[in-house]
C-alpha cells in the first residue's frame, strides 16, 4: 500500500487507472479506506487537487511506469509511504500542527537507524510541501467563512429572508472562495483586515441575494 500526492489529469491518462472499476474517496474518510494487500500486488491510493483519494492497483513490476504516469520519481518511496500516511490520518484526526510534530519526531527516531535521513528527508520534502500547502488553504477557507457568519456579516445574514445555518453557510462559502481568489487576498496583510476590505467595499452583494430574485437589497 502506497500513498502519492498526483494531479488528477495525470491519472486519468494513466493504463492502471480505470474510472469505472476503481473507487474513489473525500480525503477525510481516510480512516475509512479499505486497505487491501495483495502478494503480487500493490495497492496505490493517489491523493489528488480535488481532495479525493482515488485508489488503483498495478503489480510490484509496474510501479516505476506509474511513478512515471504521475510526474513522480520512484526513489525512495518507502519513505514517502510511511510519511504521509503518518501525517495525512494524524492531520484529519487532529490538525496540521499535531501531524507536523509527530512528522518530525519520526524523522529524529531515523537518525538511529539511517545515517541518509537528511537526503531522504530532501526526497519528500515537495510531496508533504505540496499537502501542506493544500492544507493551509483549507484553513484559510474555514476561518474565512466562520469570520462572516460570526463576525463581519453576521448583522447582514440575520437580516435577510434565510436565518437556516445551511442557506447561510452556503452563501459564506460562496463568498469565502471569491474572497480567498481575488485581489483582496495579500500577503502584506493578516487575512482578517483582507477580509475586511473586501467586505467594506461590499464585493460581498451579489452572494447574499443570488439565486433569489426576492431577496434585492432594501426590500
Not at 35 to 52: F, G, H, L, T
Not at 66 to 85: K, V
Not at 86 to 105: D, F, H, R, S
Not at 159 to 188: G, H, Q, W
Request: net charge negative.
Amino acid at each position: 500500500m502506497r500513498f502519492i500526492i498526483s494531479e488528477k489529469e495525470r491519472l486519468k491518462k494513466s493504463r492502471f487507472y480505470n474510472e469505472e472499476e476503481c473507487w474513489d474517496y473525500p480525503l477525510t474518510e481516510l480512516d475509512h479506506v479499505l486497505i487491501d494487500s495483495k502478494p503480487k500486488n500493490e495497492m496505490i491510493y493517489v491523493i489528488c487537487e480535488d481532495k479525493r483519494i482515488y485508489e488503483t492497483i498495478c503489480s510490484q513490476n509496474e510501479i516505476k511506469q506509474l511513478y512515471n504516469d504521475l510526474g513522480q520519481n520512484p526513489i525512495l518511496r518507502e519513505f514517502e509511504m510511511a510519511a504521509l500516511s503518518c501525517y495525512i490520518k494524524i492531520y484529519v484526526k487532529n490538525g496540521l500542527e499535531p501531524a507536523n510534530e509527530t512528522l518530525e519526531k519520526w524523522a529524529e527516531n531515523m537518525k538511529v537507524y539511517n545515517p541518509n535521513k537528511e537526503e531522504i528527508l530532501k526526497e519528500a520534502k515537495t510531496i508533504l510541501d505540496s499537502f501542506k500547502h493544500r492544507v493551509r488553504n483549507e484553513e484559510d477557507m474555514n476561518y474565512v467563512v466562520f469570520v462572516l457568519g460570526y463576525d463581519l456579516l453576521n448583522e447582514e445574514l440575520s437580516s435577510v429572508p434565510y436565518p437556516e445555518c445551511d442557506l447561510a453557510y452556503d452563501r459564506c462559502k460562496n463568498i469565502a472562495e471569491d474572497f480567498l481568489n481575488s485581489e483582496y487576498n495579500v500577503n502584506t496583510k493578516s487575512l482578517y483586515d483582507c477580509l475586511n476590505d473586501y467586505i467594506e467595499d461590499r464585493k460581498y452583494e451579489k452572494f447574499i441575494y443570488e439565486d433569489d430574485e426576492s431577496l434585492e437589497k432594501g426590500d
